[in-house]
């Protein structure tokens, strides 16, 4: 078992209304199901290639992208991006029919799971090699000043969140980026995404300083740590995050200590990590954290909860359908969105 860091808690939770919970749950579960219908699938035989899930980790995309502006704000994601682009939006047959490659997928079948992207949910993509989402995260970020500042568009105020795991925080461009955004006061919210471990490299030994937060200051950006299983403590940073961007004050780090519950990609056994270590973080499991506290709050009753993931549950299976029932992209077109088109 790695060394356990202190896990943060926020003095003070803003108190959530009933339809924010509702709706932070909601998309929860959609993230869960969603990629527990993946497993089913891959290890039935019907889907294929690399497929890296985010159960355990659902509290950092719903507690940053939904305190966002979904669909206007941009976010760029990782190779583990199923999840953050249900976050935003692109409905879960067009994602689904992305992993099975047809042509109906978020990416017209081009890409597959680890190449999601949607111009129309301001999805700039995921990415198979690490850090690769950075510097495009980065780009995003600069045109929105540019035009804002520079052209005088108004409307130009989106914020950028770019994901990215520990073992990410290791390789240049994070540093480079940091820098950039920093100097140039750049609406751009980094996401560390620790789940503690990058494929079979625990984060202390990869890192001569594991608190990540911690590297935001020698750019002076504020940076901080946050608990990624908690998706009202993840939303709070967010918030603040977000509207000091927006503001035009600048970037913010925000270290989210999450973990994930399945091995790193569908066809890992995950024989490496303890049993200790996967028992005390599946019993801070997300969800169930956020189902708690509704419960106890009684903003919710348990049956309406059950009635959500029920609802989930027929969206879940009804993608597969359209996904397995959709063409395969036509051969003719091979060479079709290689370049821009004219619309
Ligand atoms: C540039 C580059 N180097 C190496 C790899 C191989 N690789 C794939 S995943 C991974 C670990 C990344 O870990 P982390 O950033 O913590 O993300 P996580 O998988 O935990 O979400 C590595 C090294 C890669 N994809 N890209
Ligand atoms: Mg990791």
Redesign the pocket.
């Given at each position: 078992m790695t060394q356990e860091r202190t896990i943060p808690t926020l003095p003070s939770i803003a108190p959530i209304s009933r339809e924010d919970g509702l709706m932070l749950y909601e998309d929860m579960v959609l993230g869960r199901f969603f990629e527990d219908k993946c497993a089913e699938m891959y290890y039935r035989g019907k889907m294929f290639g690399f497929v890296?899930l985010y159960n355990g980790q659902e509290a950092v995309s719903t507690g940053v992208i939904k305190a966002m502006r979904p669909g206007e704000d941009y976010v760029c994601s990782?190779y583990?991006d199923h999840v953050h682009a249900l976050s935003v939006g692109v409905p879960a047959r067009n994602v689904m029919a992305e992993l099975f490659g047809k042509a109906t997928g978020c990416s017209k079948g081009r890409g597959g799971s680890m190449h999601l992207f949607s111009a129309e949910y301001r999805l700039l993509g995921g990415y198979?090699?690490?850090?690769e989402g950075i510097p495009v995260a980065l780009g995003a970020a600069f045109q929105s000043k540019y035009r804002r500042e520079v052209m005088g568009d108004e409307s130009a105020d989106q914020v950028t969140a770019a994901f990215?795991?520990?073992?990410?925080t290791n390789?240049g461009q994070f540093f480079e980026c940091l820098n950039m955004a920093a100097l140039w006061d750049l609406p751009i919210i980094f996401v560390v995404?620790n789940?503690k471990?990058?494929?079979g490299m625990a984060h202390e030994r990869a890192t001569s300083q594991p608190e990540i937060f911690k590297k935001a200051s020698v750019f002076g950006m504020p940076g901080i740590e946050v608990d990624g299983m908690d998706v009202l403590a993840v939303r709070t940073v967010a918030q603040e995050a977000v509207a000091r961007a927006r503001a035009g004050e600048g970037p913010t780090l925000i270290e989210c200590l999450t973990y994930?519950f399945r091995g790193?990609s569908l066809a890992d056994p995950d024989e490496l990590r303890s049993k200790a270590e996967k028992e005390t973080w599946l019993a801070r499991d997300p969800l169930k954290k956020l189902a708690n506290h509704l419960i106890d709050q009684q903003l919710v009753q348990a049956d309406e909860l059950k009635a959500i993931e029920k609802r989930i549950q027929a969206e879940v299976d009804e993608a597969v359908e359209f996904a397995q029932s959709s063409p395969e992209p036509d051969p003719s077109e091979l060479y079709r969105f290689v370049f821009a088109e004219d619309e």
């Open positions: 890296h990782t583990r198979a090699f690490i850090g990215f795991g520990d073992g990410t390789n995404e789940n471990w990058a494929i994930r790193h």
